[in-house]
T-cell receptor, first 113, second 114 residues
């Protein structure tokens, strides 16, 4: 099983629709989880951290399922500007020398007008 | 904005030449990282630093070296550039915010080795 796995997509979604993607991780000791957004030819930008209780930021909701070892990102009322690649990131032990920061390869999202 | 800049932003160089990329941060973060990003591979860690003169290898460190003589600067050197090192290089810092640790990236350097 890959350390962090994402469906590469692309997800082609009409504007205004709701879209969700998952990311699975293999290391049960993972402690921190994040979603990043990356636009074409730009750097990854932190979208949101993922907390055990789940968290919401406007149209975006992130959830963590430790038992099944996956995190999810839900985007409601999608906008054209949401078109990007979404990267899942997992840390084993933040700020420790033994920390492993694992990036998924990303899920491409295209919002269609 | 985490105050991270990278230079140069674009570079074309010939095989066999040495190349140094610079990452500069203005917010005194202790942890810094160099990644490369290639199609089909995602982000891969080259080297990282836990502080001045404290660096370690990542998963794809062969052919690269780093130096950190000041907190604000983390340099990546390609000793003798090869075509396989054509890539986009991102620098990152780790910041502690509201009890969590989060990575922030610089704008990237697009390197072409001919």
């Amino acid at each position: 099983r890959k350390e962090v796995e994402q469906d590469p997509g692309p997800f082609n979604v009409p504007e205004g629709a709701t879209v969700a993607f998952n990311c699975t991780y293999s290391n049960s000791a993972s402690q921190s989880f994040f979603w990043y957004r990356q636009d074409c030819r730009k750097e990854p930008k932190l979208l949101m951290s993922v907390y055990s209780s789940g968290n919401e930021d406007g149209r975006f909701t992130a959830q963590l399922n430790r038992a099944s070892q996956y995190i999810s990102l839900l985007i409601r009322d999608s906008k054209l500007s949401d078109s990007a690649t979404y990267l899942c990131v997992v840390n084993t032990d933040p700020m420790n020398r033994d920390d492993k920061i694992i990036f998924g390869k990303g899920t491409r999202l295209h919002i269609l007008p | 904005d985490a105050g991270i800049t990278q230079s140069p932003r674009h570079k074309v160089t010939e095989t066999g030449t040495p190349v140094t990329l610079r990452c500069h941060q203005t917010e005194n973060h202790r942890y810094m990282y160099w990644y490369r990003q290639d199609p089909g591979h995602g982000l891969r860690l080259i080297h990282y630093s836990y502080g001045v003169k404290d660096t370690d290898k990542g998963e794809v460190s062969d052919g690269y070296s780093v130096s950190r003589s000041k907190t604000e600067d983390f340099l990546l050197t390609l000793e003798s550039a090869t075509s396989s090192q054509t890539s986009v290089y991102f620098c990152a810092i780790m910041a502690r915010l509201a009890g969590s640790y989060e990575q922030y990236f610089g704008p990237g350097t697009r390197l072409t080795v001919t």
